[in-house]
């Protein structure tokens, strides 16, 4: 019985270390170039409408609730969802904006649990093309931080879905 107490406190103990080594911030990006030029892409992401177009986010409920507000193109265009569980309830604030270069947002998660996180959308041109980046910055409590593990691969796979999708519309 001591040699398991042992065991199950050094686990403990090895968990509370790792937790504290890779800190409470999380940064994630992907990109993806789009064979279009850069204010063609920008159509596609200056105001919520649009971004919600091919934002992943919006195919996780068919009858999610979207209220949009403020006025398109500008910061502070925002809109609220609510949703079934997988989609939950908040808001995607846009905060700053250099036409057909950069569109940084702030959202606002209500449920499933409450948390905010930056975004950030970077056209870069490439010729006739356009280099288009999505980031998005968060912290994550503890002991909430040790998703940073599998978080990766579930951003890629949305944001690179809906990066995608922004692609196929962009390049019409």
């Known amino acids: 019985m001591k040699t398991f ?19 409470k911030k999380y940064h994630f990006e992907t990109s993806t170039v789009i064979n ?17 177009q091919w934002n992943p986010f919006m195919d996780l409920d068919a009858n999610v609730k979207v209220n949009y507000s403020g006025n398109p ?25 250099v036409p057909n270069q950069k569109q940084s947002t702030k959202m606002l998660f209500e449920k499933p649990f409450e948390s905010d996180a930056t975004s950030d959308l970077i056209l870069t041109p490439q010729g ?27 951003m890629e796979k949305s944001y690179g879905s809906g990066l995608q999708k922004l692609k196929v519309i962009a390049e019409k």
């Open 5 to 23: 107490l042992k065991i199950l406190l050094g686990v403990i103990a090895a968990l509370i270390v790792i937790m504290l080594l890779i800190g």
């Open 36 to 52: 279009a030029p850069a204010d063609k892409v920008w159509q596609h992401m200056s105001s919520m409408k649009a971004f919600n």
């Open 73 to 97: 193109g500008l910061v502070g265009h925002q809109y609220c969802w609510e949703g079934n569980d997988d989609a939950g309830k908040g808001c995607h604030i846009v905060t700053a904006l």
């Open 128 to 154: 006739n093309s356009t280099k288009v980046t999505w980031t998005m910055d968060c912290e994550l409590d503890y002991p909430m931080n040790l998703m940073k593990f599998f978080m990766d691969s579930q």
